[in-house]
C-alpha cells in the first residue's frame, strides 16, 4: 500500500520547486471535501503557508447533478479570503476523470478571477474524461476494474483500495 506521508513529502517538495519555477510566493489553498481538505492542510503546514486554508463543496458544480442527485451531506463552501488576483493551490485527494476539478474551477470562478490556480492531487488514476491535469502528484496509480482507493483520516491518513460491489 501507498504511504501517505511519503506522497505528502514528494508533493511538498515538488510544490516548492514549482513554486520557485514559476516565481510565486504565496499560494491561497483550497481544498476539495473532505480528503482534498485534509490533503490542503498538512500541505500549507508543511510548505509554511499563513494564509488559512478554503474548502470547497462541489455538490451542486457537478455535471451529474441531475443523473445522481444531492448528497445528503452538503455543507457550504467556506473560503477565508478573497480570489480575485489570487494565486491558488488547489487540492484533492484523487483525480480521476477530471469532472470534480471542473466544477471546483467552476465554483472558484463564481468567487471571482483568481491569478493561477495550480492542482496538486494525492493519486492520480489517470482515465480523464476531460483535458485536466495535475501539476502535482503524490503518485499515479492504475487500478483493476471493480476496486477504487479511498483516502481515510484526518488522523491518520491512509489510503485503502476497497472492493465495489455492484449491486
Known amino acids: 500500500m501507498l504511504d501517505v506521508e511519503q506522497l505528502?513529502?514528494?508533493m511538498t517538495e515538488d510544490l516548492r520547486e514549482l513554486t520557485r519555477a514559476r516565481g510565486l510566493e504565496?499560494?491561497?489553498?483550497?481544498?476539495i471535501r473532505t480528503g482534498g481538505?485534509?490533503?490542503?492542510?498538512?500541505?500549507?503546514?508543511?510548505?509554511?503557508?499563513?494564509?488559512?486554508?478554503?474548502e470547497l463543496d462541489i455538490a451542486f458544480y457537478r455535471d451529474d447533478f441531475s443523473r445522481i442527485g444531492l448528497h445528503p451531506r452538503?455543507?457550504?463552501?467556506?473560503?477565508p479570503f478573497e480570489t480575485e488576483g489570487?494565486?491558488?493551490?488547489?487540492?484533492?485527494?484523487?483525480?480521476?476523470?477530471?469532472?470534480?476539478?471542473?466544477?471546483?474551477?467552476?465554483?472558484?470562478?463564481?468567487?471571482?478571477r483568481p491569478e493561477s490556480i495550480t492542482l496538486a492531487t494525492?493519486?492520480?488514476?489517470?482515465?480523464?474524461?476531460?483535458p485536466i491535469q495535475p501539476d502535482v502528484?503524490?503518485?499515479?496509480?492504475?487500478?483493476?476494474?471493480?476496486?477504487?482507493?479511498?483516502?481515510?483520516?484526518?488522523?491518520?491518513?491512509?489510503?485503502a483500495i476497497e472492493e465495489v460491489s455492484h449491486g
Open 8 to 10: 505528502l513529502e514528494r
Open 74 to 79: 452538503v455543507r457550504p463552501s467556506w473560503l
Open 122 to 130: 494525492l493519486i492520480d488514476l489517470g482515465r480523464r474524461e476531460l
Open 26 to 31: 504565496v499560494f491561497h489553498p483550497v481544498g
Open 86 to 112: 489570487f494565486h491558488l493551490l488547489l487540492v484533492d485527494d484523487v483525480i480521476m476523470s477530471g469532472r470534480t476539478i471542473r466544477a471546483a474551477m467552476n465554483e472558484l470562478f463564481d468567487y471571482g
Open 137 to 159: 502528484t503524490g503518485s499515479r496509480l492504475e487500478l483493476e476494474s471493480g476496486q477504487r482507493v479511498k483516502l481515510q483520516g484526518p488522523e491518520p491518513l491512509e489510503l
Open 37 to 54: 481538505v485534509w490533503i490542503a492542510r498538512e500541505l500549507r503546514r508543511r510548505l509554511g503557508i499563513e494564509a488559512e486554508c478554503g
